[in-house]
């Protein structure tokens, strides 16, 4: 007996049919958004038992699906597409993450007490902590940049170089310009909060708030707020 289950996401579709433990996980496009669906594709037969169904991660453009695997008694792995990867202690089931155009996948695992970002199957070295959601990938999914800490530091890793070491990363500061040339973020340095906009670090301020972007659209501007005693300054473009 076999049972469908249709996940709708704008105008394409995921079809998980379901049979005797195993499941065939396909990417279908229907016609138009309210006819039958009428093409599909295998993306991969899952393993019902070994499988975690919290951790199934779909691409934007809903051809690629990644999923944890238990790979033994003591280790996981990731499965993209139906390729097996490296197998670790543990994965974050909610750290799966596609770059915007599907072709990159990264998550978050765990080796020998050691936080891991792997990213296109290439591991990084082992850190202390890896910041909470601070991992993102440029608009055209062409870079990356995460926050990462080590013996007390704190590190912006961007498409795998570490920044110098700072006290802390602001949470959620990360910014991608729109055109993926520029990174920015917010660290602090001793007492103070700086702003590194493509590894050029500004002067010194009591607090620095961004907005909903650093960038403006045509990714040749900045603005942000600074607060340094009692005064309270815009910046733009430095």
Sequence with gaps: MKRGIRLHTYANALVMSVAFGFASVCAAEPTNTHSALSSKTILDTVNLSTWNPRSLTVSPNIRNIAYIQRASDTKVQIVHDGRPGTRFDSIKADSLIFSPDGQRLAYQ??????????????????????????????????RYAYAAQKKRKWYVVVDGEQSPPYRRIAPYSLHFSSNGKQVAYIANTGSKQVIVIEGQVSSKYDNIWIGTSLFDSSSTRTAYVTQLGPSWTVVVDG
């Design 109 to 142: 695992a765990t080796q020998g007490g050691k936080k891991i970002l792997v990213v296109d199957g290439s591991a990084s070295t082992g850190f202390d902590k890896i910041l909470e959601g601070s991992f993102a990938f440029s608009h055209d999914g062409k």
